[in-house]
């Protein structure tokens, strides 16, 4: 992951907010010196069957939903729309998610 060179352009006056396909390279970018406002990412699948429920969220530093990590970083996980390997779910529901940012007030 080259998230330095990522983030080479960002500077502290604008939200920084970082697309990470899993949660943990969301962990890692949360865990780096730079100032990450938001981090979106999917790849649990919401754990898709169960029991992959329990290991989805026994080896994800985020498993699925709005995660606070530091007073001015968040980390969303979706469950995504679909899924991988067996077509089926069972015991998770597929999302489609809608995210609105406001500007932060003065």
């Known amino acids: 992951m080259?998230?330095?060179?990522?983030?080479?352009d960002t500077d502290d006056n604008h939200a920084i907010i970082l697309l990470a396909h899993q949660p943990t390279s969301a962990k890692i970018a949360l865990d780096s010196h730079n100032d990450i406002s938001l981090v979106l990412s999917g790849h649990t699948h919401g754990g898709q069957i169960y029991p992959l429920i329990i290991a989805a969220y026994l080896t994800n530093p985020?498993?699925?939903g709005l995660y606070q990590h530091s007073a001015h970083s968040y980390v969303y996980v979706s469950s995504g729309t679909y899924f991988w390997g067996f077509p089926m779910r069972l015991g998770t529901t597929p999302e489609v998610t809608y995210i609105t940012l406001r500007a932060q007030s003065d």
């Open 62 to 64: 985020y498993y699925v």
């Open 2 to 8: 080259k998230l330095d060179e990522a983030l080479a």
